[in-house]
């Protein structure tokens, strides 16, 4: 399983009051591997995509993305 992001941490993103956000959202390495996390309230779709093989992850109805690549 990923490390999880405290659910204050989350809030405060949110409300645009974390003072380094890029220390939570983006590429990170975690125990289970490369994470990919991203805040995006709107999207109904996200897909990460691997830039060498093309290879697609895909989260549906999802309005945080944590994903393992």
């Avoid at 949110?14 to 591997?33: C, E, N, Q, R, Y």
Wanted: no cysteine; charged share 25%.
């Amino acid at each position: 399983m990923s490390d999880r992001i405290d659910r204050d941490v989350i809030n405060a993103l949110i409300a645009g009051h974390f003072a380094d956000p890029f220390s939570v959202l983006g590429m990170h390495k975690t125990t289970a591997g490369l994470e990919v996390r991203a805040l995006l309230p709107d999207a109904t779709d996200v897909w990460v995509i691997e830039p060498k093989t093309g290879r697609k992850t895909r989260k549906t109805g999802v309005s945080r993305l944590t994903g393992i690549l």
